[in-house]
């Protein structure tokens, strides 16, 4: 088992990156997250976690920026009808502390929003996870340090773009990198003008 690369980032594309350790290019597929953390990384030297998945036909390698990232992921394809394309396609939308957020308020309609993933899908997410989320250190940490609190803004911030319009990517785009405590109102305002500059 591969738990982590260090190495040089030396390939983005828009599932996947390649970290080069040593001579040899490791192709990790990416949750759009760990897109955002490193795109900008590219000839640098970068570290992600990993996660082997290996099926009867091929053998796929997957790369987180944090082990919170991966330990959410990990948690996502252990619910019953979501593989690790899903488990990425969720955390392409939201990171691993709104996921936590979304499990502890039972709020299964937030998951919804992602493409493909169902009513019934999104609820069983959500109970079966509940126990093992108030378990995880992402809770944990959540909780210390107000991240929960700050994903609600971060939440209410793309609840009011996508009434205004906007859909999920761009949104997410304009969102990623802006400091998830600052007020939800300050936060509207600043996506709105990286979005108009196009940013």
Same mark, same amino acid.
Request: overall charge neutral.
């Given at each position: 088992?591969? %738990?982590?690369?260090?190495?040089?980032?030396?390939?983005?594309?828009?599932?996947?990156?390649? +970290?080069?350790?040593?001579?040899?290019? %490791?192709? *990790?597929? @990416?949750? #759009?997250?760990?897109?955002?953390? +490193?795109? !900008?990384?590219?000839?640098?030297? $970068?570290?992600?976690? @990993? %996660?082997?998945?290996?099926?009867?036909?091929? $053998?796929?390698?997957?790369?987180?920026?944090?082990?919170?990232?991966?330990? *959410?992921? =990990?948690?996502?394809?252990?619910?019953?009808?979501? #593989?690790?394309?899903?488990?990425?396609?969720?955390?392409?939308?939201?990171?691993?502390?709104?996921?936590?957020?979304?499990?502890?308020?039972?709020?299964?309609?937030?998951?919804?929003? $992602?493409? #493909?993933?169902?009513? =019934? @899908?999104?609820?069983?997410?959500?109970?079966?996870?509940?126990?093992?989320?108030?378990?995880? /250190? &992402?809770? =944990? =940490?959540?909780?210390?340090?107000? $991240?929960?609190?700050?994903?609600?803004?971060?939440?209410?911030?793309? /609840?009011?773009?996508?009434?205004?319009? %906007?859909? !999920?990517? +761009?949104?997410?785009?304009?969102?990623?990198?802006?400091?998830?405590?600052?007020?939800?109102? !300050?936060?509207?305002?600043?996506?709105?003008?990286? &979005?108009?500059?196009?940013?």
């Amino acid at each position: 088992m591969i %738990y982590s690369l260090r190495g040089t980032l030396i390939f983005v594309e828009d599932n996947y990156i390649v +970290v080069e350790c040593c001579g040899v290019g %490791y192709k *990790c597929l @990416t949750s #759009g997250e760990t897109q955002r953390a +490193v795109k !900008q990384e590219i000839g640098n030297e $970068v570290k992600v976690f @990993t %996660y082997m998945n290996v099926r009867e036909n091929a $053998v796929d390698l997957f790369g987180f920026s944090d082990i919170d990232e991966l330990n *959410c992921f =990990k948690m996502l394809t252990s619910v019953s009808g979501v #593989g690790p394309k899903a488990g990425l396609a969720i955390l392409s939308e939201f990171s691993a502390s709104q996921i936590a957020f979304f499990v502890s308020s039972n709020d299964s309609s937030s998951i919804t929003k $992602v493409s #493909g993933v169902g009513k =019934k @899908t999104a609820e069983r997410i959500v109970l079966e996870l509940r126990d093992k989320f108030k378990m995880s /250190k &992402i809770e =944990k =940490k959540n909780s210390d340090f107000g $991240v929960l609190s700050a994903s609600r803004n971060i939440l209410e911030a793309s /609840k009011a773009l996508e009434v205004l319009g %906007y859909n !999920q990517n +761009v949104i997410s785009s304009a969102l990623s990198g802006l400091d998830a405590s600052l007020p939800v109102e !300050q936060l509207i305002r600043t996506a709105l003008q990286s &979005i108009s500059k196009g940013n």
